[in-house]
């Protein structure tokens, strides 16, 4: 029996046809140059977290093969060289290559859609930047399969790195930070000019989502810690390639100027990481507690606090090298402070499930996941703030404990339950319940068995960065405990590919807002228009989908026949401007090739930076040169 016609009034057909010629206008062209060429800022989100976890995996297995080396004392599993080329590409993958990509990922997806406008700032130099990370990426692992990886920690220590490194192995890991911090300043300096002025009509400072102000604050900490990590591997890249002497002690350089530049940008970087983290539970939460987030301004004020402390900190990671003692004890001091604005967040969560009505769905598990486990990490991080302590467990396997529980269980965790929570965004299906009950499970259970036995290790003298021990070291019990641990942990992201490949084939259809969420950017479909909004929203509050209307108020007279989104003004989003928005195009790919060519030839000889100059000035002037049509001028 067929289905009764559709009778549509003709406004129906008259929006229809409206929203019809303005996806044709913001589609991605068909094809493999169409892809290439994409600017859609959706396109690029999903290419960046894609990437991020396909290189977290690879990272994840790297760890596993460490963990079964450290499992019992004298193993063989790998040797001394290929242990340090592991441990080095697994941290370097973890820190630049997966945490800070992936949060800025989310960040891309999810900002222009919850600010309800149509594409970031800067859609062309978005693209740019993906394909600079991913060759950074690419350079990276090719190097560890080709038994040239780094091998000098993913922190590079001098004089290590910088006079006693394989071939040109230091060489890629400094390289490899100019690729992705270049990437990540471009995502910053987006993210920054989306949410200032493309905010839609209404969305005032005091109206906007919490996720939306952790992107704002992860695109200032970028901006103001990564130049020190660029300025520092391009000195010691200087040192190595053309005889410099900015950390050669023997003539007049500094071996602990490498530190305070790196440590600088190295910890706010963690916050870098779980700040983010920390904004995507403020934003899930209200959609499993049926209400708005307790204390959205104390929330707001702590995602700044923390930020502009976290600037402060970078000493502490330096209390053994004999620095003054009273300025150690400034560093302590912050240290313990910054602990005050994360606990002010905790307990605003807290307060929001205790007054609201939990459901207890896969992202709420892994919010309670993420809620314990950072506190535990919390604890222990005002613990190493103390110098006494500090100076007993420095580079022990309590300081490795101490940041996984703080970077996966503040970063991680979140992220696995943002998965959860906006995988019917990005697709329109449901992620399975049952398995992600049980993925939740394995990653908990199997994260604690992992790392906390840790702690005690490093308490009980166990040095980091060691591939091997004798059996008179009372380590070995420990270390296979978390081994085993390892492996289950490992095992829950088995289950959430598995989950992620069951459900796109033939997960149940989840509808524009299956979670009865508050946010804007449930109120469009699941997966969103190319456009995002056929008309450009005007909100009155900061939970907009629970104002109580069907409907929004919408903006008219936004054009139909090319690409165009609205600027607002700073505070109170009143509209200002409107203003053409680039299409697709292949020259910031054709840029990005250049520009990592080039990179990748400047570790052999300093040369490739003047030779390389004339093709990258090439891509560039073809990205730049008018095309006839404002809108293509960008």
């Given at each position: 029996m067929s289905a009764a016609p559709e009778i549509l009034r003709d406004t129906d057909l008259a929006e229809r046809s409206l929203e019809e010629r303005i996806t044709h206008i913001w589609r991605t062209p068909s094809g493999i140059i169409g892809w290439l060429s994409s600017v859609d800022h959706k396109v690029i989100g999903l290419r960046y977290i894609v990437t991020a976890f396909t290189f977290m995996g690879l990272a994840g297995v790297a760890a596993l093969i460490m963990r079964l080396q450290l499992a019992q004392p004298n193993m063989h599993v790998v040797n001394a060289d290929r242990y340090d080329q592991l441990f080095t590409t697994h941290g370097s993958t973890m820190m630049f290559l997966f945490a800070v990509p992936v949060m800025e990922a989310f960040a891309v997806y999810f900002v222009p859609l919850m600010i309800g406008t149509r594409n970031v700032a800067f859609p062309r130099l978005n693209a740019f930047g993906y394909w600079v990370y991913l060759f950074g990426c690419i350079m990276l692992w090719a190097s560890l399969f080709s038994n040239s990886g780094p091998d000098v920690g993913w922190f590079a220590y001098v004089p290590l790195s910088r006079g006693y490194g394989v071939g040109h192995r230091p060489d890629v890991w400094a390289q490899m930070i100019t690729y992705t911090e270049l990437a990540a300043l471009a995502v910053a300096v987006e993210i920054v000019a989306t949410v200032f002025k493309m905010r839609c009509p209404g969305m005032t400072l005091d109206r906007i989502p919490i996720f939306v102000w952790g992107g704002l604050v992860l695109a200032f900490m970028v901006l103001f810690a990564m130049p020190a990590v660029m300025v520092s591997s391009t000195m010691l890249i200087l040192d190595r390639l053309v005889n410099t002497h900015f950390f050669d002690v023997s003539l007049g350089g500094d071996a602990l100027l490498w530190q305070h530049l790196f440590w600088f940008f190295g910890h706010p970087e963690v916050y870098i990481i779980f700040l983010p983290g920390t904004a995507m539970i403020s934003t899930m939460l209200p959609a499993f507690t049926r209400r708005p987030v307790f204390g959205y301004m104390a929330v707001v004020l702590s995602l700044a606090a923390t930020a502009f402390f976290s600037f402060g900190l970078w000493v502490h990671h330096m209390f053994v090298t004999g620095l003054p003692r009273l300025g150690e004890s400034f560093f302590t001091a912050s240290s313990m402070a910054i602990a005050v604005p994360t606990g002010a967040q905790i307990f605003c969560w807290i307060a929001?499930?205790?007054?609201?009505?939990?459901?207890?769905?896969?992202?709420?598990?892994?919010?309670?996941?993420?809620?314990?486990?950072?506190?535990i990490g919390g604890l222990t991080g005002v613990m190493v703030a103390s110098v006494p302590l500090d100076t007993q467990v420095h580079d022990t396997y309590f300081v490795v404990a101490h940041f996984h529980y703080v970077l996966i269980?503040?970063?991680?965790?979140?992220?696995?339950?943002?998965v959860y929570y906006w995988f019917p965004k990005f697709t329109g299906r449901m992620l399975s319940e049952t398995l992600g009950r049980w993925n939740f499970w394995f990653a908990f259970i199997g994260?604690?068995?992992?790392?906390?036995?840790?702690?005690?290790?490093?308490?009980?003298?166990?040095?980091?960065?060691?591939?091997?021990?004798?059996?008179?070291?009372?380590?070995?019990?420990?270390?296979?405990?978390?081994?085993?641990?390892?492996?289950?942990?490992?095992?829950?992201?088995?289950l959430l590919l598995i989950n992620v490949a069951k459900s796109l084939r033939s997960g149940v259809l989840a509808g524009d807002n299956p979670w009865n969420a508050e946010t804007l950017e449930w109120a469009t479909t699941s997966p969103p228009l190319p456009q995002n909004f056929t008309r450009i929203p005007v909100v009155s509050s900061r939970a907009p989908l629970w104002s109580g209307d069907d409907t929004f108020p919408v903006i008219a007279g936004m054009r139909a026949d090319k690409r165009e989104v609205l600027l607002t003004t700073l505070t109170e989003a009143e509209p200002d401007i409107r203003e053409s928005s680039p299409g697709p195009s292949i020259w910031p790919l054709i840029a990005a090739l250049t520009t990592g060519f080039t990179l990748l030839w400047s570790i052999y000889t300093p040369w490739a930076i003047v030779y390389g100059a004339l093709p990258v000035a090439v891509s560039l002037i073809g990205w730049f040169w008018p095309k006839g049509t404002k809108e293509d001028e960008s």
């Open positions: 929001t499930i205790w007054d609201g009505r939990p459901r207890f769905a896969t992202p709420f598990l892994f919010i309670c996941g993420f809620i314990f486990t950072f506190v269980g503040g970063a991680v965790f979140p992220l696995i339950g943002a994260f604690q068995i992992a790392f906390f036995p840790m702690h005690i290790l490093g308490l009980e003298g166990m040095p980091r960065r060691v591939y091997t021990y004798t059996p008179e070291m009372p380590w070995g019990g420990l270390n296979l405990i978390s081994t085993i641990g390892a492996f289950i942990f490992a095992t829950s992201f088995v």
